[in-house]
């Protein structure tokens, strides 16, 4: 069993940057694939970033791509979400996730380990 804690959300004001983290514990991340979601109030969580064990495959969402950068160190079992260029839009509660499998995938119901949460509100 994997747990996981994000860390680094808060309060930013449009254009600026956040830093998000997600620390495993209970089990190493291994060589399962990452990824960050993200949910806004009275909306489906969806797809921010995924990445594999080696960093060598990421994906992005296209409403973010450009402004975010997803990455991990293994050795210190985090993963990292580094937000630029923040739109009120982005304003959600941002989750990060582990798969079961090393093939990186975009969709929810893939990954089978979930944190819990962690508010980003962007002001305009």
């Known amino acids: 069993q994997v747990q996981l804690v994000e860390s680094g959300g808060g309060l930013v004001q449009a254009g600026g940057s956040l830093g998000l983290s997600c620390t495993a514990s209970?089990?190493?991340?291994?060589?399962?694939?990452l990824a960050w979601f993200r949910q806004a109030p009275g909306k489906e969580r969806e797809f921010v970033a995924a990445?594999?064990?080696?960093?060598?495959?990421?994906y992005y969402a296209d409403s973010v791509k450009g402004r975010f950068t997803i990455s991990r160190d293994n050795a210190k079992n985090t993963m990292y979400l580094k937000m630029n260029s923040l739109k009120p839009e982005d304003t959600a509660v941002y989750y990060c996730?582990?798969?079961?499998?090393?093939?990186?995938?975009?969709?929810?119901?893939?990954?089978?380990?979930w944190g819990q949460g962690t508010q980003v509100t962007v002001s305009s």
């Open positions: 209970g089990r190493t991340f291994g060589t399962n694939a």
């Open positions: 996730a582990a798969s079961q499998a090393s093939l990186v995938v975009t969709t929810r119901n893939r990954y089978a380990y």
């Open positions: 990445i594999s064990w080696g960093g060598g495959t990421i």
